[in-house]
């Protein structure tokens, strides 16, 4: 039993099991949104991420390594860890997606985590938006981040979705540059700078058409939720009269008909 690095809570939720098989060593990983939990896992919605993918499996092993102490391990290959590269790394994609913006390419941006607050992270959602990217934010808690103001933020939106789960998931997208991100952290202070915290990109088209449809329902128009408003007010949507969808019990059925 090892607790992790002094002064860092590790709140990143990872699993690893290395077998041999034959004559070969296999890794099988799993990272994901939630926790361990056999309570929360019946009354939180989150997503993971299952693979036996080599490149997976070896950041991993550096990962575990680092928290035992055995490497100093900084930086990874297919992974975001905090605290060391998880801001960074979300602000060069920003910057990426603003640069294929300007070079004509289809950009956007989708986040869906519990806060944001993050001022550097905000900052550079702020740039992106300035340059006429398209972004949406779905968070379940504090935002600072403040959407629809002319000329600043006129083209980020900011929902929050309440439903018989709580919404825990963390997933970002960004679509010019193709690129699937799920993990344990939210855009805090304390998740970027004190905690170890990671983020694995998916690659599989199964799965990211999985992401892609959470993130259509959360943002449908008739998807019961609140919008944050420029003036920080909260308002209920859609208005009375309206249809309305529930995102949870949707995302419910979907899976249910694939099953």
Same mark, same amino acid.
């Given at each position: 039993m090892v607790y992790g690095l002094i002064g860092l809570k590790t709140h990143c939720k990872t699993a690893l099991v290395v077998r041999r098989e034959g004559s #070969?060593?296999?890794?099988?990983? /799993?990272i994901g949104t939630g926790n361990y939990n056999p309570k929360t896992a019946?009354?939180?919605?989150?997503?993971? *991420?299952? =693979?036996?993918?080599?490149e997976i499996g070896a950041d991993l092993t550096d990962l575990f390594n680092s928290l035992t102490g055995y490497s100093?391990?900084?930086s990874y290959r297919n992974l975001l860890v905090a605290p060391?590269?998880?801001?960074?790394?979300?602000?060069?994609?920003?910057?990426?997606?603003?640069? #294929? /913006?300007? #070079?004509?390419?289809? !950009?956007?941006?989708?986040?869906k985590m519990n806060a944001l607050v993050d001022e550097?992270?905000?900052? !550079?959602?702020?740039? !992106?938006?300035? #340059?006429?990217?398209?972004?949406?934010?779905v968070v379940r808690g504090i935002c600072a981040l403040r959407p629809g103001v002319p000329e600043y933020s006129g083209s980020i939106t900011v929902r929050s979705i309440l439903g018989r789960f709580l919404e825990h998931s963390r997933i970002i997208h960004f679509n010019a540059i193709?690129?699937?991100?799920?993990?344990? !952290?939210?855009?805090? /202070?304390?998740? *970027?700078?004190?905690?170890?915290?990671?983020?694995?990109?998916? =690659?599989?088209?199964k799965l990211t058409a999985q992401l892609d449809?959470?993130? =259509?329902s959360a943002l449908d128009s008739h998807t019961r939720c609140w919008e944050l408003q420029p003036d920080g007010q909260w308002l209920a949507s859609p208005a009375d009269g309206e249809e309305v969808r529930d995102h949870q019990v949707e995302m419910m059925k979907r899976h249910r008909s694939q099953t």
């Open positions: #070969a060593i296999r890794r099988y990983c /799993h019946r009354l939180y919605e989150d997503v993971g *991420l299952l =693979t036996s993918a080599p100093r391990k900084v060391q590269g998880i801001r960074a790394g979300i602000v060069e994609r920003i910057d990426r997606e603003i640069a #294929a /913006h300007r #070079a004509g390419q289809e !950009a956007r941006i989708r986040l550097q992270v905000i900052d !550079a959602l702020y740039r !992106a938006s300035r #340059a006429g990217v398209p972004i949406e934010v193709d690129e699937f991100w799920i993990g344990s !952290a939210d855009m805090m /202070h304390r998740n *970027l700078d004190r905690r170890v915290e990671v983020l694995a990109r998916v =690659t599989d088209p449809d959470m993130f =259509t």
